[in-house]
């Protein structure tokens, strides 16, 4: 069988949701993330592309907002962190869907960025 990679798929890994809901003044961009299932039902998601998409594997990345317009740059690293850790944990969990991830970084703070990377 041959593969497809889809690049820059966007994810809501739970508990980056969550900080959005606690964090975002933007009711807006939580409710439409909150609305969008196959960005933070990983599991619905895996069960979709094996159904539908078995021949496709998707490179995640974070959906909107990232962690810089989330929080300043005393609270953007520990979203970064949150957000990669839930990437990485989708990709262990299901290496076959998701062969790897686009890191995200906290873009207004370079010394965490750096870091992070």
């Given at each position: 069988?041959?593969?497809?990679?889809?690049?820059?798929?966007?994810?809501?890994?739970?508990?980056?949701?969550?900080?959005?809901?606690?964090?975002?003044?933007?009711?807006?961009?939580?409710?439409?993330?909150?609305?969008?299932?196959?960005?933070?039902?990983?599991?619905?998601?895996?069960?979709?592309?094996?159904?539908?998409?078995?021949?496709?594997?998707?490179?995640?990345?974070?959906?909107?907002?990232?962690?810089?317009?989330?929080?300043?740059?005393?609270?953007?690293?520990?979203?970064?962190?949150?957000?990669?850790?839930?990437?990485?944990?989708?990709?262990?969990?299901?290496?076959?869907?998701?062969?790897?991830?686009?890191?995200?970084?906290?873009?207004?703070?370079?010394?965490?960025?750096?870091?992070?990377m």
């Amino acid at each position: 069988m041959n593969h497809r990679i889809d690049l820059f798929n966007h994810v809501m890994p739970l508990r980056y949701l969550e900080m959005l809901k606690q964090h975002s003044k933007d009711a807006g961009i939580v409710k439409r993330m909150s609305n969008l299932r196959m960005l933070w039902d990983i599991e619905a998601r895996v069960a979709m592309l094996r159904e539908k998409f078995p021949e496709v594997r998707q490179v995640l990345t974070l959906g909107l907002p990232p962690p810089e317009l989330l929080g300043g740059p005393a609270f953007s690293p520990e979203l970064a962190r949150i957000a990669n850790d839930g990437m990485a944990e989708m990709c262990r969990r299901w290496p076959r869907e998701f062969p790897a991830f686009v890191a995200s970084l906290p873009m207004n703070n370079v010394p965490a960025a750096l870091e992070e990377m």
